[in-house]
C-alpha cells in the first residue's frame, strides 16, 4: 500500500461513484440541448431549458469532474502509476472528457444566446462520446494492457 494505506479503497469506491455521476451528467448535457435547440429563442421554454442546463452543469457536472481529478490524482499518486503506459492513455481520456466537458459549457452559453450552431443529429452523436471514452478508460484500468 501506499501513502493511503487502508484508506485507498474507499477513496477508489468514491474515485469510482464520482465518475458515475460525471458521466451521468456527460450523457444528459447533450441531450437536453437536442431539446432545447427545438425551443424557440426568447420563449419561456427556452429560458425553462437555459436554467435546467445551468443547474446540470453547477450541481453534477463540475463538482463531479473535480472531486473525479482530486480522487484520481490521489489514487494515481498512491500506486506510483506515472510510470504506468495504461494510466497515461488513461489519463490522456480524462483530459480529452474534460476539454468535452468545456466544450458543452461554452456550446450551453451559445445556446443561451440564441446560437443554433450545431445539429441535433450531431449532438446525439457527440452524446456517444463518453461512452466510449469510459468503456477506453475502463479497459485501460481493468486489462492494463500496457
Request: aromatic share 12%.
Amino acid at each position: 500500500m501506499g501513502w493511503l494505506g487502508p484508506a485507498h479503497y474507499w477513496v477508489l469506491a468514491a474515485h469510482i461513484t464520482f465518475v458515475i455521476f460525471w458521466m451521468a451528467g456527460l450523457f444528459l448535457l447533450p441531450r437536453l440541448y437536442v431539446y432545447h435547440q427545438e425551443a424557440p429563442v426568447g420563449s419561456p421554454e427556452d429560458r425553462a431549458w437555459i436554467e435546467r442546463e445551468a443547474r446540470v452543469r453547477s450541481i453534477i457536472l463540475t463538482p463531479a469532474m473535480i472531486i473525479v481529478w482530486v480522487l484520481g490524482l490521489m489514487l494515481a499518486l498512491d500506486i506510483g502509476a506515472w510510470t504506468m503506459g495504461w494510466f497515461h492513455a488513461k489519463l490522456l481520456l480524462v483530459i480529452l472528457l474534460t476539454g468535452y466537458q468545456g466544450w458543452l459549457g461554452a456550446y450551453g452559453k451559445r445556446l443561451a444566446q440564441g446560437q443554433r450552431s450545431t445539429s441535433g443529429r450531431t449532438l446525439r452523436m457527440l452524446n456517444e462520446v463518453p461512452g466510449i471514452a469510459a468503456a477506453l478508460i475502463v479497459v485501460l484500468v481493468v486489462i492494463k494492457p500496457f
